[in-house]
């Protein structure tokens, strides 16, 4: 495959240095190997060069996909995990239903047209007791909309123009209840004395979850 999609994000990781780069790498990784344990069976959707993956490959069977060949190749050889090279919007996926404990989605839904649409795919990718792990920008932090009121999109969600959808707490919390039973959403980025965990909606920087089968 290398489809137009392709080219686009192709141009996009290098454009803006997205090798060996995450955001909030650390809070990210650390918190989802928490999450994931060990001996587990786990799908890595958009996971580029794997900078997140490494967090969690130790001990565990993993599965990258993305839709840029060259970025999947490097994870493959860096980390050795298995990949899957395929369009998460297309129809169809190459994988097993029903066959892993978890699927990872670390910033990628607000990258997809019909995000609902992948999370209900995704539900039927898990076995009983499987877990739906990742994270999203907080597009309506409180430092955005002071921004979006100044219409300035510069150090927010809406200045990356891979983003085509934006989610507050409540919306994803909505969505991922749709087709998940127990969901744990983890507020991300400066703590602001205690600050974030008391109002997540208002100062989070993003939010990581775990959505449970």
Known sequence: MNSSLEVVYRKHHSDRHRQDFAILEKERGTLFAKLIGSGRKVLDLGCRDGVITKYFVNDNEVTGVDVDSAMLEKAAKTWGIKTAHFDIQSDRWPVQASYFDVVVAGELLEHLYFPSQIVEKISRLLGPGGLFIGSVPNAFALKNRIKYLFAVK?????????????????????????????????????KYMGL????????GHSFAFCAEI
């Open 196 to 203: 974030t965990r008391i109002m997540p909606s208002l100062l």
């Open 154 to 190: 510069k150090g927010t969600p809406l200045e990356d123009p891979m983003h085509i959808n934006h989610f507050s707490r409540r919306e994803l919390e909505e969505m991922l209840y749709k087709n998940f039973k127990k969901i744990t959403i983890f507020p991300l980025g400066k």
